[in-house]
């Protein structure tokens, strides 16, 4: 009797043991995926910017920074391009961000759950996955020409506007989501109303996570084409914006231009390289200032 409760005690542990043994090796197993998926990801990334830093660094200067193109844009630089760029990535968050958090606020704090708000954050998410030259022919067919308000960067901003609402829609919901609800609670407690509450607690903490919806808002607004070469760049202006509604150059746009549609596409290759790296530098100088400020809030909670 007391070899067979023995021999179960053995079969119990040795059962134990290899359901342990499955699930290190399973975890092991995934663990070495999310590396190897960081180390490709980390690789693919590297070998872009080092491909754009080895062709395009040596046509980088003061002039071709400072100046507009020439000779049928084969020379000068590229300052209308990155005004044209900051230009219309500021416009866009200009546009979405006070919309796009307000929705955020109103779905997530104010509207009752039901089929309405599932209908309208399923319309948010599919718009998140719509193809940026569906962005852009709307914006040509309702803000250039049902508006009237022609290629400009309004008309530019607008759309890009439009395009990275759903994303500034969905993190701030997340961000908001994040927030305690004790932290609701106690602010109501103390007798502060709703909006009160949300004002002064839910969104000073939701704030990082805000930011992080806007820097991902900046970088797919600053690198799209599709929808400002309908709404707000041009093949060739040599001049300054002076209003927000006169017609651009943009980087990405240069960038297709130079490529395609240049009048010596090979003698501006160089250009089209230092062009890109400029974007690359550009995006990422918004992102930083960004993350910064994201860093410092983080810090002060």
């Known amino acids: 009797m007391s070899m067979d409760v023995q021999d179960k005690k053995m079969d119990g542990i040795n059962r134990k043991e290899g359901v342990q043994f499955r699930r290190r090796f399973i975890q092991a197993g995934m663990f070495s995926l999310f590396r190897i998926s960081a180390v490709i990801n980390g690789t693919a990334l590297l070998v872009v910017v080092y491909f754009l830093v080895a062709r395009g660094w040596h046509t980088i200067n003061w002039t071709f920074l400072s100046q507009p193109p020439v000779d049928s844009m084969t020379q000068g630089g590229i300052l209308p391009c990155i005004v044209g760029t900051l230009c219309l990535s500021i416009g866009a968050m200009a546009v979405a961000l006070p919309i796009g958090v307000a929705s955020a606020i109103y779905l997530n704090e104010y509207a009752r759950p039901g089929r309405i708000v599932r209908l309208i954050r399923l319309g ?129 746009y240069h960038i297709y231009v130079l490529a395609t549609a240049g009048t010596d596409i090979e003698a501006t290759r160089p250009l089209q390289y230092g062009t890109a790296l400029v974007l690359i530098a550009l995006v990422l100088g918004l992102n930083l200032v960004a993350i910064i400020y994201r860093s410092r809030l983080r810090k002060k909670r």
């Open 124 to 252: 948010i998410n599919n718009l998140a996955g719509v193809p940026s030259v569906v962005f852009g022919l709307f914006g040509l067919a309702f803000f250039v020409v049902y508006l009237e308000i022609g290629v400009s960067i309004l008309a530019g901003s607008l759309t890009l506007g439009a395009l990275t609402l759903p994303v500034i829609i969905g993190s701030t919901e997340e961000a908001l989501r994040a927030v305690p609800d004790t932290y609701r609670e106690a602010s109501l407690g103390l007798g502060a109303t709703k909006w009160q509450t949300i004002r002064c607690v839910v969104l000073p903490a939701a704030l990082p996570g805000i930011l992080t919806g806007t820097i991902l808002g900046v970088s797919r607004a600053a690198g799209e084409t599709a929808p400002i070469m309908f709404t707000a760049a041009v093949f060739y202006t040599p001049s300054l914006p002076t209003s927000i509604f006169d017609e651009i150059m943009a980087l990405p």
